[in-house]
């Protein structure tokens, strides 16, 4: 697979950050539904992993089938475009920084983001390979 910086999709990027994260709030939904979250549970809990992991995956897997190039630049900037979404909404909705470093740790968001990343390179390399069977073969 070739990876250049100009098969970068930004649209895609976009959407399927969008897409990841509206699966991962849906999972997080059923699994707290279904008590396997307790909803005052802390959010490092091994089912927020589980399903940030599926969200991403499945979405790194939908932006590959539908861009079939540079899949783990798009996988890095979807981690990005997170990184980017949560700073903003810090500096613009959040709460006091003293308040915001006591509910999360850095380390525990450096974690998810790697599960994120390394997901959605699954993912999209995973849809790239199967693009390109279904191509070769039809």
Same mark, same amino acid.
């Given at each position: 697979?070739?990876?250049?910086?100009?098969?970068?999709?930004?649209?895609?990027?976009?959407?399927?950050?969008?897409?990841?994260?509206?699966?991962?709030?849906?999972?997080?939904?059923?699994?707290? $539904?279904?008590?396997?979250?307790?909803?005052?549970?802390?959010?490092?809990?091994?089912?927020?992993?589980?399903? #940030?992991?599926?969200?991403? #995956? $499945?979405?790194?897997?939908?932006?590959?089938?539908?861009?079939?190039?540079?899949?783990?630049?798009?996988?890095?900037?979807?981690?990005?475009?997170?990184?980017?979404?949560?700073?903003? #909404?810090?500096?613009?909705?959040?709460?006091?920084?003293?308040?915001?470093?006591?509910?999360?740790?850095?380390?525990?968001?450096?974690?998810?983001?790697?599960?994120?990343?390394?997901?959605?390179?699954?993912?999209?390399?995973?849809?790239?390979?199967?693009?390109?069977?279904?191509?070769?073969?039809?």
């Amino acid at each position: 697979m070739f990876e250049s910086v100009r098969s970068l999709r930004p649209a895609w990027i976009g959407f399927g950050w969008f897409i990841a994260v509206a699966l991962t709030s849906l999972l997080v939904f059923v699994l707290t $539904v279904v008590d396997f979250i307790q909803p005052e549970a802390p959010t490092e809990g091994m089912g927020v992993a589980v399903a #940030l992991m599926v969200g991403f #995956l $499945v979405a790194g897997f939908f932006v590959g089938t539908r861009v079939n190039a540079a899949p783990i630049l798009h996988s890095l900037a979807m981690g990005l475009l997170s990184v980017v979404v949560w700073l903003g #909404l810090n500096l613009f909705v959040g709460e006091d920084a003293g308040d915001a470093m006591d509910t999360f740790s850095g380390g525990v968001a450096g974690s998810l983001l790697a599960l994120q990343i390394a997901s959605t390179i699954v993912g999209a390399r995973a849809g790239v390979r199967f693009a390109r069977r279904a191509g070769a073969a039809g």
